[in-house]
């Protein structure tokens, strides 16, 4: 039997208790410290967040929930968001602690967090990304919102943005080949269309010089290239247009009125055609891709002392790349200051106010693309229109151009 065996049983048993109070001892100072300087970054959050120094407040507060996340500090720090602007991801965070007041049963707080989401509810931009239509390579496509991957499972998803500018590209095998830039307000809803990449360009095919083609003159020759498919429009964008036109109106309209010699009534009729010249405009939002949504209005005169207004809400669809056309539901009337009577085989002309009253009726909207620059796009427009009222009905066919601005 070894006899310093008991000794060293002896003399290891303080040792360990000895290192395992200086480890607890160690781990309780470290913990006490992290604990310390959250808390001093919440109190200097705190401070700042009274001072109205938000954007000194909130990285404070966002450290301090990184070392000790709390209830508390999650609160304070969604109010910070909120008060610099940041709306979006004061929504989610007040979310977040709204399920954590939930959980713990914090009936204050969750009252708190629930009166600010239904407050920040209405203010919050949404921005929804897709594919468009057909596209089927997905699987090697990727979507970038201000330099971060979006998941899959986020696209064509309305997905709660901070207001301001937000850069989103498309990305095919590693490679960023479209992005464009998005700037949202307040309330705003925006869709954005990633469109499909380019088809690669086949490789060249070397040819020997007995089968090469003989090259081309120089004089005169022209170098093609290929047509860039257009910027896929934003929807919820303003949308304005604005032109003039002239063409022919033909009215017929009756009312029945004291004669000129004022004996009993007359019959005043009119139906004729006359020159009408006049502006045409449209306001309205990008509901699509490429349709548009709005009210057109239609104002003209004519030189029979006589005017159209017409007005009604209107679609107008991009056809192609250079056409645009659209049905406007109008409503309206239309007058003349010329007329005939007749009263028994008595007939002749006089002045006299005709009009049809209220009308309803229908027009269309048929545009070729004249040019296009970077304000807008000018195009030449022709809007026949028909209406209808109590006391006749008017027919025109106006010919025109109108500038709509980008």
């Known amino acids: 039997m070894n006899a310093l065996r008991p000794l060293r049983s002896t003399l290891c048993a303080p040792l360990a208790g000895a290192l395992l109070g200086a480890s607890a001892l160690l781990s309780g100072r470290q913990v006490a410290a992290e604990e310390s300087a959250a808390e001093r970054l919440f109190r200097e959050g705190r401070a700042l967040l009274v001072e109205q120094r938000f954007a000194e407040a909130c990285p404070r507060l ?38 954590t007041a939930r959980t713990a049963g914090d009936a204050a707080r969750e009252a708190f967090a629930r009166a600010r989401l239904d407050a920040l509810a209405p203010r919050v931009p949404w921005l929804r990304v897709r594919l468009s239509a057909g596209d089927g390579g997905a699987a090697e496509r990727a979507i970038l919102l ?97 032109g003039v036109f002239i063409g022919y109106l033909w009215i017929g309209a009756d009312k029945t009125d004291t004669c000129s010699d004022g004996y009993g009534n007359c019959v005043f009729y009119a139906g004729a055609s006359s020159f009408l010249a006049g502006a045409t405009g449209f306001i309205g939002y990008t509901a ?102 109590a006391d006749g009905l008017a027919a025109s066919l106006p010919l025109g151009a109108a500038f709509r601005w980008n």
């Open 62 to 99: 966002e450290e301090s929930q990184r070392l000790e996340p709390s209830l508390g500090t999650k609160l304070n720090l969604a109010f910070c968001h909120e008060r610099l602007g940041d709306v979006a991801t004061a929504w989610v965070a007040f979310q977040e602690a709204l399920v």
């Open 288 to 389: 699509m891709d490429r349709l548009d949504l709005g009210l057109r209005a239609q104002i003209g005169v004519h030189h029979n002392a006589g005017a159209l207004l017409a007005l009604g809400p209107s679609a107008s669809f991009l056809l192609g790349e250079r056409f645009r056309v659209g049905p406007t539901l109008l409503f309206g009337t239309a007058t003349l200051a010329r007329g005939a009577y007749e009263q028994g085989d008595d007939v002749g002309l006089v002045q006299t106010g005709m009009s049809l009253e209220f009308s309803m009726g229908l027009s269309a909207e048929l545009g070729m693309e004249l040019m296009d620059g970077a304000a807008g796009s000018l195009f030449l427009q022709a809007t026949p229109l028909f209406l209808i009222g």
């Open 146 to 242: 201000d330099g971060a991957a979006l998941d899959p499972v986020a696209w064509d998803k309305e997905l709660p943005v901070d207001p301001g500018e937000h850069v989103v590209a498309a990305a095919h095998r590693g490679e960023i080949f479209w992005q464009t830039t998005v700037a949202l307000r307040e309330s705003e809803r925006v869709d954005v269309v990633v469109p499909a990449p380019a088809p690669p360009e086949p490789a060249p095919v070397t040819a020997s010089r007995a089968e090469r083609p003989p090259a081309a003159p120089r004089d005169g020759a022209r170098e093609e290239t290929s047509a860039r498919p257009p910027e896929p429009r934003a929807a919820g964008r303003l949308v304005y247009e604005a």
